[in-house]
């Protein structure tokens, strides 16, 4: 039995009173996934452990089974991999937003929908301002900043430190920026990294103030730039202030394959760095394809095309779709309905057509909620289907976040969906 997880980013959801008190899988036309749904079985996944961030980083993660307490590094280092940045023992890499500020807010997470090209320009402009070597006698640099997509770049710091505290941004719309910069974690027991290529490693407060003093220097900068310019002069949000968050060391993770015997290749299918890092680290072969954005314009039918390919080489396949989550975080309830049915009639449907007389379990849900009237990651359980040939059906009828309570599966938690996935065979 070969296996396949189509995850939509985001896409559960609370209650809204505009949709009459449902929620937006409760609302939406979803004709398949309520038709697996019908004739799969459903429950509900814990997946944020207790004390995590309710960040993709980590629910994607727990998703494919690995236990966060020994793997959990933050997001920088998984898309520290995803872009080929070779992560060496004294690296701490950060994600790094370039975000919108107005009137002394955080105004959207994404620099008001960046476009790589555009991006590209930034970085290297901020490159050549701001990074900076370690010490006069040194060829190594302090800092430096690597191009990512859209609005995601990494800041790698020779020598930084993971014990600080940082705001993810789109956890923090219309909220002003000042309190929300870095801080220390103090009176707790901290990993330190030796290394000889600098004087010697930051302290978690040197690492706080040097990322502190670098968000606002790019201000400054992006401020001048001519890209930034011209979008004030056309009213248009500016992307002009880097916001770094979730960073660690390079990660020690097995691959899928070691850790489920039943399987021997697999693929990850994804337009975000992040889970093309995790992918990577999981020992996935990462596909990308032309025109993913990670938007609502995404290439829906190319990724299912690419799936389809991939079910005939691998005997797992994981696809990531972002478009809900984008939806969810700018607040934009319409289009996160058409982001949620896009996955259903362009992306699920095709991929059911093809492979519903085959030995194939597809298995359907979200990593986390990104209520739309909230703007933020929730880390409640989310709905689940796993569907395949043959499979003894449930009651439930439809899929969505109320009616999985009533699933065979029931309430499960991490690891134990994949191990579940995995019986299928």
């Known amino acids: 039995m070969k296996h396949i997880i189509i995850l939509g980013d985001g896409m559960a959801d609370f209650p809204v009173e505009r949709l009459g008190g449902k929620t937006l899988l409760q609302y939406a036309h979803k004709p398949m996934m309520d038709q697996l749904a ?3 079985r459903c429950g509900r996944l814990v997946t944020v452990p207790e004390g995590f961030p309710p960040g993709s980083e980590v629910a994607n993660t727990a998703i494919l089974g690995y236990d966060l307490n020994k793997v959990y590094e933050g997001r920088g280092p998984l898309e520290a991999a995803s872009i080929g940045y070779e992560m060496a023992d004294d690296d701490f890499a950060i994600r790094c937003n370039i975000i919108t500020l107005e009137g002394g807010k955080i105004i959207t997470h994404n620099g008001g929908n960046l476009e790589t090209d555009n991006a590209r320009v930034l970085i290297d402009y901020l490159n050549e301002h701001l990074a900076k070597p370690i010490n006069e006698h040194e060829g190594c640099e302090r800092v430096k900043f690597i191009c990512g ?15 600080i505290v940082c705001a993810p941004p789109h956890d923090h719309p219309n909220e002003e920026w000042r309190p929300l910069l870095v801080k220390e974690v103090r009176g707790k027991e901290q990993e330190v990294r030796e290394y000889s290529s600098a004087d010697k490693p930051l302290t978690p407060k040197e690492t706080a103030d040097l990322i502190n003093d670098l968000i606002l220097k790019s201000q400054e900068l992006l401020a001048k730039h001519p890209y930034n310019i011209e979008k004030a002069k056309r009213g248009e949000r500016q992307a002009n202030s880097i916001w770094p968050w979730s960073g660690g060391y390079r990660p020690s993770m097995q691959t899928l394959m070691q850790q489920y015997p039943e399987i021997k290749s697999g693929t990850v299918i994804s337009a975000v760095d992040l889970i093309q890092g995790i992918g990577k680290y999981a020992g996935l072969r990462i596909v990308k394809v032309p025109g993913a954005t990670g938007l609502a314009d995404t290439n829906y039918e190319g990724k299912a095309q690419a799936a389809i390919d991939a079910l005939e080489k691998d005997d797992f396949v994981f696809v990531h779709v972002e478009a809900s989550d984008e939806a969810g975080h700018d607040g934009d309830l319409d289009l996160k309905l058409k982001t949620i049915e896009y996955l259903d009639q362009r992306l699920i449907a095709p991929i059911y057509n093809k492979v519903k007389d085959q030995d194939v379990c597809i298995a359907v849900l979200p990593d986390h909620l990104t209520p739309v009237e909230m703007r933020i990651h929730v880390g409640q359980p989310v709905p689940f289907l796993i569907w395949h040939r043959g499979i003894e059906a449930d009651d439930v009828q ?11 599966y029931g309430l499960l938690k991490l690891h134990e969906f994949m191990q579940a996935l ?4």
């Open 38 to 40: 019908r004739e799969g």
């Open 149 to 163: 997509i859209q609005y995601r770049h990494l800041l790698v710091i020779k020598g930084g430190n993971k014990h």
């Open 398 to 408: 439809q899929y969505d976040e109320v009616s999985c309570v009533e699933g065979s």
């Open 422 to 425: 995995m019986a299928v065979g």
